[in-house]
């Protein structure tokens, strides 16, 4: 099925002259941005301290991805792809950035099912050099209320990897953000539950949990997030010894919210942040300075009574807490276009949708930070700045910073 949908796509791709976005088989695969027609698979500069690359496309959409850093070095980028969100056959795919390259090599397939959908991929490495990865799946065309978590593992660095598992079966069970190794080497692997289809409509029965293993992901505890109704995909972030922090997507279209734990399982209540949450997806990753960078759509939903909603997936932005995600002292926005380039092709029933979403961020070797999200759909686009770069941009989202240091 995906051949034939994709072979449409690409006919579809020629006529609006963007072909290179799908030409698949070379390291070059993916042009996209740049204004936005000139970067591939290669990490290039495209401003004062910012690199860019687009990574290799596979199929006609892609969406949320994720990125784990290995210790032998290497950069792996899963995300989901198909031919949409939601369809049959949606799987998981993969792409790497071997230690050293600033080239992202050919994406792969790793797991789809006919009549399953796939989503909300997140890789893991334990102590002992397994690498793990959770997705969702859900029944095509149904909406998330029947979801549950998979399960599957490689012993080859991502070259090979087992049959998948069911891992949780509860119905609406979904995974987005990376797990975390605890203070005893227990894996606490956030998650949240969906009743609802969807991310409006009954959304507010949404809520979140920890999952928490000491036994190498053989059993597991589930610890409720109290007052998280409307509030999902925590980030959740280990800032010291029994000392977590999790931040939260809203479904009311409102503020990223924040609360804390001493051990992973007893959280404090959620409470909102100065960051804005257009009810999509975002991501928090601790730096070795003590930092915290979290990447999110600087924008919001309208004020008023508060009722589940969305807001456009623009501006994407990165902002800077040196306090553990009290308060933000630097922002500065990746995207800001609210048009679609004339040279880039719309993905398969989104005609005229702007969307930088899904941003996944993590500190690699040499300090600087690398964000993976989605480019409108079409593919998963990857950018490289220090800690620095941000502050010396600003925002042209509803949050911002009005003092500045200079960069």
Not at 177 to 184: E, L, N, S, T
Request: proline share 5%; net charge positive; glycine share 8%.
């Amino acid at each position: 099925m995906f051949i034939s949908k994709k072979r449409l796509f690409i006919t579809r791709l020629v006529a609006t002259g963007f072909v290179a976005l799908l030409a698949v088989s070379t390291a070059h695969a993916a042009d996209a941005v740049k204004s936005d027609a000139t970067l591939s698979a290669t990490f290039q500069k495209v401003g004062p301290g910012l690199q860019a690359s687009m990574l290799p496309v596979l199929y006609a959409s892609s969406h949320a991805s994720n990125l784990v850093r290995l210790a032998n070095g290497d950069l792996l980028c899963f995300w989901f792809s198909g031919t949409g969100e939601g369809d049959s056959g949606v799987g998981i795919v993969m792409s790497r950035l071997p230690k050293g390259s600033q080239t992202w090599q050919q994406t792969t397939l790793i797991d789809n099912q006919e009549g399953k959908s796939f989503q909300n991929p997140v890789g893991f490495e334990d102590k002992g050099g397994r690498l793990w990865l959770f997705h969702t799946s859900q029944t095509a065309k149904q909406g998330q209320a029947d979801a549950n978590v998979m399960k599957l593992w490689s012993d080859d660095h991502g070259k090979t990897w087992s049959k998948p598992e069911v891992l949780f079966s509860k119905p609406g069970a979904f995974t987005r953000q990376p797990a975390v190794i605890m203070d005893d080497g227990a894996w606490l692997l956030p998650m949240y539950y969906t009743p609802s289809k969807g991310i409006t409509k009954g959304a507010e029965s949404n809520y979140s949990v920890t999952e928490i293993s000491s036994d190498s992901g053989k059993t597991w505890r589930e610890c409720m997030v109290p007052d998280s109704a409307g509030l999902v995909q925590p980030s959740v972030l280990k800032i010291g010894r029994h000392s977590y922090v999790a931040f939260f997507r809203s479904r009311f279209a409102d503020w990223v919210y924040r609360a804390t734990s001493t051990d992973g399982c007893t959280w404090t209540p959620p409470v909102k942040t100065s960051l804005p949450n257009n009810n999509s997806s975002m991501q928090a990753t601790l730096l070795r300075n003590g930092h915290i960078a979290i990447a999110f759509n600087n924008n919001r939903g309208p004020e008023g009574p508060r009722k589940t909603g969305t807001a456009p997936r623009v501006p994407l932005s990165v902002a800077l807490s040196e306090d553990k995600g009290l308060s933000w002292t630097a922002v500065r926005d990746l995207e800001s276009s609210h048009i679609v380039p004339a040279e880039v092709p719309h993905a398969p029933g989104r005609e005229g949708k702007v969307e930088y979403s899904y941003p996944a961020i993590l500190q690699v070797a040499n300090n600087d930070l690398v964000v993976a999200y989605t480019y409108h759909r079409l593919g998963i686009k990857a950018v490289k700045f220090s800690e620095q770069w941000i502050k010396g941009g600003t925002s042209t989202g509803k949050f911002n910073v009005t003092q500045k240091k200079s960069y």
